[in-house]
C-alpha cells in the first residue's frame, strides 16, 4: 500500500528544493484551507496552462468522491499556489459546461490517466481554475 501522505511530503520538499517535480511534469503546489479546521493544507498536483491561469482536476484517482483539498477549496476558495518558481494567492473557480469539457478533454489528451481515473467512477471530475489575485 502506498503512503500517499509520505510521497506527497517527498514531492513538496523536492519542489521547493528544485522549483520542480523531478519527473518534469507540470506540477504546482496548491495550499488550501481545511473546511473543517482551518489548518493550511499543501497539495502537489499536475495543472493545465490556461492563458493566465492554472486549471487543475478533482480525478482523486478515480475514487467515488471529490478529493479533500476540492472541498476545501469550494468552502474557501482563496488559495496559495506555487508554480513556475513563483508563490502567489488565487481565487479557485470551477469551470462548467463547453468550457470545461474543452480543458478535461486537453488535459486528458496530454495525460491519458486522467480519463482512466474518470473510467472508474461516474463522478465527472470537477475542473477548477486557479485565477491570480
Known amino acids: 500500500m502506498i503512503d500517499l501522505q509520505a510521497m506527497n511530503e517527498r514531492v513538496i520538499a523536492e519542489f521547493r528544493a528544485n522549483g520542480r ?3 518534469g511534469l ?4 496548491l495550499t488550501t484551507t481545511g473546511a473543517r479546521t482551518g489548518r493550511r493544507h499543501v ?3 499536475l495543472f493545465l496552462a490556461d492563458d493566465d491561469r492554472y486549471v487543475v482536476f ?3 484517482g478515480g475514487a467515488p ?3 479533500d483539498w476540492y472541498r476545501n477549496l469550494v468552502a474557501e476558495p482563496s488559495v496559495d499556489v506555487e508554480a513556475d518558481g513563483e508563490a502567489f ?7 462548467t459546461g463547453a468550457a470545461r469539457d474543452r480543458l478535461f478533454a486537453k488535459q ?3 495525460f491519458p490517466r486522467l480519463a482512466e481515473h474518470q473510467s472508474k467512477t461516474s463522478r ?5 481554475a486557479l485565477q491570480r489575485v
Open 108 to 110: 486528458a489528451k496530454a
Open 124 to 128: 465527472p471530475f470537477p475542473v477548477v
Open 65 to 67: 468522491g471529490h478529493p
Open 89 to 95: 494567492t488565487a481565487h479557485a473557480v470551477e469551470v
Open 43 to 45: 497539495t502537489p498536483m
Open 21 to 23: 517535480h523531478g519527473d
Open 58 to 60: 478533482a480525478a482523486n
Open 26 to 29: 507540470p506540477t504546482l503546489l
